[in-house]
């Protein structure tokens, strides 16, 4: 029996997870808090970023409120709150989940009722909501 369990390849590890989530509210255009359903009855309350892109700011010394009411409103339209949509999250090289500076796990989201095509990331990109944005300095 021992030979045999040392005989069994290990899984690779996952680079993501998919979930179904609950959209809470959006906070702006690149953040939201959704309750995720992690399943057997679980889940998680809490804020998510989304990966991959940048929104102008609502506050603070960046601050830029038109075109960040115009992110947040985008994101409202392709899921609003009280909605339930697609939600993945990234693993990084220890595999974990993938967060940001501020602690949000790093998630991309789908428009409600859209499980492929473009994520609403990569719609805030196209629509010129948002730019692309690999972490670091903005």
């Not at 290990?10 to 609950?22: G, N, S």
């Not at 960046?62 to 899921?79: K, N, S, T, V």
Request: charged share 25%; net charge positive.
């Amino acid at each position: 029996m021992t030979e045999q369990l040392a005989a069994t390849p290990t899984m690779p590890p996952r680079l993501e997870w998919a979930y179904h989530a609950e959209v809470l509210r959006w906070v702006d255009g690149d953040t939201v808090i959704l309750r995720i359903d992690a399943g057997f009855r679980m889940s998680l309350t809490d804020s998510f970023r989304l990966l991959g892109v940048d929104t102008p700011e609502k506050r603070g010394r960046r601050a830029d409120p038109g075109p960040a009411a115009a992110a947040q409103a985008f994101c409202e339209a392709l899921a609003p709150a009280g909605s339930t949509v697609p939600v993945r999250t990234h693993r990084d090289r220890n595999n974990r989940d993938r967060r940001g500076k501020y602690g949000r796990y790093l998630v991309e989201i789908w428009p409600v009722g859209i499980g492929a095509g473009a994520s609403i990331n990569q719609r805030l990109i196209i629509s010129g909501h948002a730019r692309a944005y690999g972490g670091g300095k903005r």
